[in-house]
């Protein structure tokens, strides 16, 4: 079984996850994006009572860095 | 297991089904309701580590080059997740990872496929311990293997700052930390574990359900029948949701590995 070695066309690895790897790579980021930042929102509002401001802030600052992420780990490298 | 069609026939088993059903009592000592040492899914993962042992020792103890029907069948397995899963995702240098990644793959297959073999009829993943188990594995091995090609430093270093502008660093860095030791271990033992724990239930609620109706009125019996018909079908999905999810599990860990041998630009 292990003895066929012939090299095969895909080389060797490069930067971008290919196929469905990529795929929950981009979500696993949009995801965290919103979780990590939305907790650290909360936790700000936590500490300086502002009733859910800093939460909200949090959710949109880390759905953009989610996003910019995306864009500079998956986006076709010029 | 007449006991159990005695059970349902007399209209004893609850509906809704509950996580309860997913306690099996213990087999030594036998019948004990608090005792989780040995039970039906220790037997089972004894059964699909034994069966996989035998199976590749006896298709592969006297290799042909023109293959038996059983060593064609095993070089098939092999041949598949060498080239479609480690050649596909890492490149030429996945082929080394590929007995790990053929060994998960039928690991995953074969315990998930024991949701639906008649007598085993639910699948050990569908207790979050087992999933859990084999994420652990694929975590400790893809860092394992991100430090010992880059080294520590490098290997922390590229997979925590992404090429992006300095002053947006503070807002990724948690997020590709987040992402990267946290979600990912998480999401793959949640996805196996939730598909499995969700597919054992959907088939408890039609077939349970098509006795619960039965039982109720004589007027519902046609209804129980295509409840039990819904089981029929349920059960051909939940095999298509058994190699999927065998799949997508290597497919996944192929992933990560890929991702911590992955070079800087």
């Known amino acids: ?78 | 297991m007449f006991g159990q069609a005695n059970v349902l026939a007399a209209g004893q088993a609850a509906f809704p089904p509950s996580v309860e059903d997913f306690y099996l009592p213990s087999i030594l000592p036998w019948g004990a309701h608090d005792s989780y040492w040995i039970t039906k899914f220790t037997a089972m993962i004894w059964i699909a580590v034994g069966v996989l042992i035998i199976f590749f020792l006896a298709t592969y103890r006297k290799p042909q080059l023109v293959p038996t029907k059983k060593q064609w069948f095993a070089e098939s397995i092999y041949g598949f997740v060498r080239n479609n899963i480690s050649v596909d995702m890492i490149g030429h240098a996945g082929v080394r990872f590929a007995p790990y990644f053929t060994t998960l793959f039928c690991f995953v297959l074969l315990t998930n496929a024991f949701a639906i073999i008649p007598l085993f009829q639910i699948s050990p993943n569908s207790h979050i311990a087992f999933p859990a188990i084999l994420a652990v594995i694929s975590y400790l091995l893809f860092n394992y293997i991100g430090i010992r090609h880059h080294g520590f430093v490098k290997y922390f270093k590229h997979a925590l700052i992404p090429p992006a502008p300095w002053y947006i660093l503070p807002l990724l860095i948690p997020i590709e930390a987040f992402s990267t030791f946290i979600i990912r271990p998480f999401s793959l033992a949640v996805r196996l574990f939730a598909n499995m724990f969700a597919g054992h239930m959907l088939l408890l609620v039609f077939t349970l359900g098509g006795f619960a109706m039965l039982n109720a009125n004589a007027w519902l019996a046609p209804i129980s029948v295509v409840s039990w018909v819904m089981t029929v079908a349920l059960t051909l999905l939940e095999a298509l949701v058994i190699i999927l999810q065998a799949y997508v599990f290597t497919v996944l860990s192929a992933s990560y590995i890929q991702g911590a041998l992955a070079e800087e630009h």
């Open chain 1, 1 to 78: 079984m292990a003895d066929d070695q012939t090299p095969r066309p895909s080389g060797a690895p490069d930067d971008v996850p290919p196929g469905a790897g990529q795929g929950w790579t981009a979500l696993s980021y949009l995801i965290a994006g919103m979780l990590v930042w939305g907790f650290i929102g909360w936790l700000v509002d936590q500490w300086l009572d502002t009733g859910g401001i800093a939460t909200g802030i949090g959710f949109v600052l880390g759905m953009a860095g989610g996003v910019i992420l995306v864009i500079r780990r998956l986006g076709t490298p010029t």
